[in-house]
């Protein structure tokens, strides 16, 4: 058999060759495929049953036409994805990203990196990821309904409770989650509520699920200090985005004694060296909708304006806003003012230089597929009180919330010690993700 390193090399070559410009998708397979190498010396069954290969295969990957018309009549076209990745522990899962950036790679990446997060969260989740080049931005409420109708009226048909199961990502919240459900339900007569999360809480939805992947990044990080002896209790932390993760992250950091000094949306960084705070930036990002530059007009503490927000000297950095947004350049700095901790709340958000560094230079690092794993195992909690038609109530499920994050990150910290990279989660998590789907697809043949 041929040396582990070199079958990964070609592996990873095959991918980019079959994958002409997904270049996010090629990241995020290198990522994983770099630690892999130890897994296949200790399993070399793993490499003659191809299953790595097989596992940077989709099992499917649907795209398809969304035409619909905005409130003066005009016609637009846009293109949904659902790529429905692996399956060996579970339906497909994960949610549904509305951004003009979107194309097939961007799906590809998130469900790859999807199938091994679930795969940590210890639930039977299999991992996928969909969504579509749509800009939900300056749109009428009536504009996104029907948009979100004409998506689903092609996306049910992929849909299930035991086959493929959506929730939110980018642009996708409780709002779109209910007008695609209703869709659904419409459409086949079902009321299947285990066939998206995410939902409202009079229709199915769990408590905690909003806040949860937001609260997991700050267990997370909690417990990779804790495992070094400190905490976040009395740091300085910032955190990218002042989205859905962004804000719950904040909020529990908050909670725990951290002290939040920045956060950022699209046109700048908000540093309040007093602290932020949460109610005014819930009020302008989940009810009024505008800049951050409203806080700063408010609050003569804060500041708004392009500086990059990772100059901000801080303890530990969360970024939270989407994928690529940490590179070398930010990590550098975030070293020479002492960062000692980063975990990542939005997919992929730092560079693989970025993380090299840091990893380099002993700073803890948390990777997405742990650190923001909260809100998919969350999803999970509904789908379970879906299933048993009951509601727990908000303190029971944080503890479940709680226990799961506490679990992936004592899974990481043993896996990477098991195979010889100690203190390294990405090392842990990659291989701890990996080896639960391998072994679950090594034990139904060749599929
Ligand atoms: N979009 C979230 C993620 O990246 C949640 C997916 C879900 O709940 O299915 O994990």
Redesign the pocket.
């Known amino acids: 058999m041929a040396r582990p390193e070199f079958d990964l090399t070609t592996i990873y070559d095959d991918v980019v060759r079959r994958n002409p410009g997904e270049v996010d998708f090629a990241q995020a397979v290198r990522e994983v495929l770099g630690s892999l190498g130890p897994v296949l010396n200790k399993h070399p069954e793993f490499a003659r049953s191809k299953i790595i290969q097989r596992i940077c295969e989709p099992e499917r990957q649907v795209i398809f036409r969304i035409p619909w018309q905005d409130d003066t009549g005009e016609i637009h076209i846009n293109r949904g994805f659902r790529v429905e990745f692996n399956s060996a522990l579970g339906p497909y899962?994960?949610?549904l990203?509305f951004h003009p950036s979107v194309v097939l790679d961007t799906v590809k990446f998130?469900g790859f990196?999807?199938t091994f997060?679930?795969a940590l969260t210890g639930m039977p989740?299999g991992g996928g990821?969909g969504g579509a080049d749509f800009d939900p931005k300056e749109r009428s409420d009536d504009e996104v309904m029907r948009f979100c109708q004409s998506m689903m009226t092609e996306l049910y048909r992929h849909l299930g409770e035991y086959t493929d199961?959506?929730?939110?990502?980018m642009g996708v919240g409780t709002r779109e989650i209910g007008w695609l459900f209703g869709q659904y339900k419409r459409i086949t007569n079902r009321y299947e509520s285990g066939v998206l999360?995410?939902k409202g809480l009079d229709w199915g939805g769990s408590l905690v699920?909003k806040e949860a992947?937001g609260y997991g990044v700050a267990i997370f990080a909690e417990e990779m200090l804790r495992a070094s002896g400190t905490g976040l209790d009395g740091a300085t932390v910032v955190v990218s985005g002042a989205g859905n993760v962004a804000i719950y992250a904040i909020e529990k950091v908050q909670q725990m004694g951290g002290l939040v000094v920045a956060c950022s949306d699209s046109g700048g960084t908000l540093h309040d060296p007093s602290g932020i705070d949460l109610d005014v930036v819930k009020r302008c990002k989940e009810v009024e909708r505008t800049s951050l530059a409203a806080y700063a007009h408010e609050r003569p503490t804060a500041s708004y304006g392009p500086a990059p927000l990772w100059e901000v000297p801080c303890d530990v950095a969360l970024p939270c806003a989407t994928q690529n947004e940490l590179d070398h350049v930010a990590a550098k700095q975030l070293l020479s003012n002492g960062c000692r901790a980063v975990a990542e709340g939005a997919?992929m958000p730092c560079t693989p230089d970025a993380v090299a560094l840091l990893l380099e230079a002993g700073v803890l690092f948390g990777p997405?597929k742990a650190a923001?794993?909260g809100?998919?195992a969350?999803?999970a909690l509904e789908m379970q009180q879906n299933a048993s038609r009951d509601s727990w109530t908000f303190a029971h499920t944080e503890e479940k919330l709680d226990e799961i994050m506490v679990t992936i990150h004592r899974t990481c910290h043993e896996t990477a010690e098991e195979y010889g990279s100690a203190g390294n989660y990405v090392a842990g998590a990659n291989i701890a993700g990996f080896t639960k789907v391998a072994h679950a697809m090594a034990s139904f043949g060749l599929i």
């Not at 199961?165 to 990502?169: N, Q, Y």
């Open positions: 899962k994960g949610g990203r998130l990196e999807q997060k679930n989740l990821k199961v959506p929730a939110g990502d999360t995410g699920r992947t997919n997405g923001n794993a809100g998919v969350t999803s």
